[in-house]
């Protein structure tokens, strides 16, 4: 009997984990793949090493900062800053055809660049920074207020509103068109006040420590394990059924799979429609590998965020990807000690899951060699033109996400309607992790936390 049975081995499960862990309860972490990390993981390809999901760490403050997620869940984790080694942005830019606006890890400068392009907000854009700091993210209270309504009662100017949103939706939007207010004050600090940062050996480090704190503190990890039903029992699950036969006993149960796909688990009927809408949002993203560092193309910026029109759109396309708008980032460039080795771009869409879903094998392959080449062309107006110094290539779609992450619809945000206190319909298992409502590898680390001490650590 285990006094706790956790979901998934990604970001979010392997925090619940540790945390449990920490106060000798005996935990066992179910992955129904040959690694962990779900689609925030890596891999090897053709000799080289590739990152899934990470462009950049949110959160970042200064080491010796006691205030903040990140600082949060090193102590909870038990975590040194150093055993992460964050490397912060060398500086970012959000691109639109008549304005741009850089940023850093320091809001002065995203404050200058907005009084340069918009002299006529600046006192707006103050008046939005202290409604942001005020927004309380312990409650839920004003979670529902739309973020358009809330800015437009801010700000005067529709471009500027248009171009915060773009980082912000590419980064933690589960919600099409819109955010809650909550949200976008959420990632509004989390990006723009607080800052983004990289792991020199990327995802791969963070993922490393988790799992060897897990298991140095007695924790038990079962790869190839997923589950195949949640039996239920007077309102609780009563047996955790793997694919394999085997069954499993424990007290509580946290799920990282995702609320649609957890109620689908449970054998008890439950309407899963009914529940909650899962999330439609979902990516494809090109990886090329350069024989030259991205700087001495011309390129120093960390991450472009681009859109070729006035209005950001962000809902999934009629098309099998977006082509206006996107997400270019280069690992290379963080302030790091010395260099990263191969130069890298990566540039994020937003995808048709249906489109990529549809397709048999040949197509499938055919049409990531034809919209590789159509993404890189959209993202190469905004960034000088890389496409002669490719050495390798690699691209992953919805169909990914859905094969690594079991998210219906590819959606990497998940539902838009969150599940806040992490409860279900049954007393003792759990939601954590994208469809509780954090997001991003912080968000998710910080979920995995807080469901932990709220539902397992209270008796």
């Known amino acids: 009997m285990y006094d706790a049975i956790i979901i ?10 540790i945390r449990l862990a920490h ?11 040959t690694t962990i990390g779900g689609l925030n993981g890596f ?5 080289r090493d590739y990152d899934v999901g990470l462009h950049a760490l949110t959160n ?9 997620p990140l600082a949060r869940l090193l102590r909870q984790l038990r975590l040194s800053w150093d055993d992460l080694a964050i490397s912060p942005q060398i500086g970012s830019e959000i691109a639109f055809p008549s304005a741009r606006l ?6 002065d400068l995203l404050r200058s660049e907005v009084a340069r392009a918009f002299p006529g907000e600046v006192d707006n854009f103050e008046r939005l920074i202290a409604a942001v700091v005020e927004y309380d993210d312990l409650t839920d209270e004003h979670a529902a207020i739309s973020a358009r309504v809330r800015l437009g009662e801010l700000l005067d100017e529709p471009l500027l509103v248009e171009m915060l949103f773009c980082p912000l939706m590419f980064y933690g939007s589960a919600r099409e068109h819109d955010m809650d207010w909550g949200q976008f004050s959420i990632m509004f600090r989390s990006i723009f006040m607080e800052g983004l940062g990289r792991p020199y050996a990327g995802v791969r480090l963070i993922l490393k420590h988790l799992v060897r704190k897990f298991r140095a503190l007695g ?4 790869l190839r394990s997923g589950v195949s039903r949640l039996e239920v029992e007077n309102g609780k699950v009563s047996r955790v059924v793997l694919d394999s036969g085997e069954v499993l006993e424990g007290r509580r149960v946290l799920s990282s799979a995702g609320w649609c796909e957890t109620m689908r688990m449970c054998n008890d009927g439950t309407p899963v429609d009914a529940s909650r809408s899962p999330g439609r949002l979902s990516f494809c993203e090109t990886i090329a590998t350069l024989d030259r560092q991205p700087k001495q193309l011309g390129h120093d910026r960390t991450i472009t965020f681009y859109n070729d029109q006035e209005e950001f759109v962000w809902t999934p396309p009629a098309e099998p990807c977006d082509l206006r708008s996107g997400v270019i980032c280069s690992p290379n460039n ?6 990263l080795g191969d130069g890298v771009m990566r540039i994020t869409a937003l995808a048709n899951f249906d489109y990529w879903r549809g397709l048999d094998e040949r197509a499938y392959e055919l049409e990531k060699l034809r919209w590789y080449d159509a993404i890189t062309a959209s993202a190469v107006r905004f960034v000088p033109d890389y496409r002669q110094w490719v050495v390798d290539t690699d691209m992953f779609t919805p169909t990914t996400i859905v094969r690594f992450t079991g998210h219906d619809n590819g959606a990497v945000y998940g539902a838009p309607e969150k599940q806040i206190d992490g409860r279900t319909h049954l007393d003792n298992l759990f939601i954590c992790g994208t469809d509780q409502g954090f997001v991003g590898i912080i968000g998710s680390i910080v979920s995995g936390i807080s469901m932990a001490n709220m539902h397992c650590l209270r008796d």
């Open 8 to 17: 998934g081995a990604g970001m979010s499960g392997l925090a619940a984990g």
């Open 219 to 222: 924790g038990e990890l079962k």
């Open 23 to 33: 106060y000798d309860q005996r935990v066992c972490i179910l992955e129904r793949h």
């Open 334 to 339: 963080f302030d790091y000690d010395e260099p």
């Open 60 to 68: 970042i403050t200064p080491k010796g900062t006691r205030k903040g």
């Open 102 to 107: 850089r940023f850093n890890n320091d809001l």
């Open 43 to 47: 891999y090897r390809l053709r000799g």
